[in-house]
């Protein structure tokens, strides 16, 4: 069964980093955009970041611009999260999954959606 595979998570303080991997396990198009969402237990899952399927064109929620980086290596299937200067508010378990459609207006690149589900990683930031 074709899915995600994601790790790097774990418990650091505030101010530390992290930086999350997710791996295409079985077949997985290089064509996807990839998204990366977190959910914490009894809210709703949020979309995050998400990086197009040539990594040229990336998007991000508003609370971890400038903290959070997204970034690629198709050559590995591997798409990766840079977590800087991570928050209490950033605990949650984060997943990745593909994206099931795009859009891509004046620069404004956007991700909805997703496919190939993983089991996630948490992360907890914590003193």
Do not use: H
């Amino acid at each position: 069964q074709a899915q995600f595979v994601e790790s790097g998570g774990g418990l650091v303080q505030p101010g530390g980093s992290l930086r999350l991997s997710c791996v295409a396990s079985g077949f997985i198009s290089d064509y996807y955009a990839i998204s990366w969402f977190r959910q914490v237990p009894g809210k709703e899952r949020e979309g995050i970041s998400c990086i197009s399927s040539e990594g040229d064109a990336t998007n991000y929620l508003d609370s971890v611009k400038g903290r959070f980086t997204i970034s690629r290596d198709n050559a590995k299937k591997t798409v990766y999260l840079q977590m800087n200067n991570l928050e209490p508010e950033d605990t949650a378990t984060y997943y990745c999954a593909a994206a099931q459609t795009v859009q891509n207006l004046g620069g404004n690149f956007k991700c909805f959606g997703g496919d190939y589900w993983g089991r996630g990683t948490q992360v907890t930031v914590s003193r």
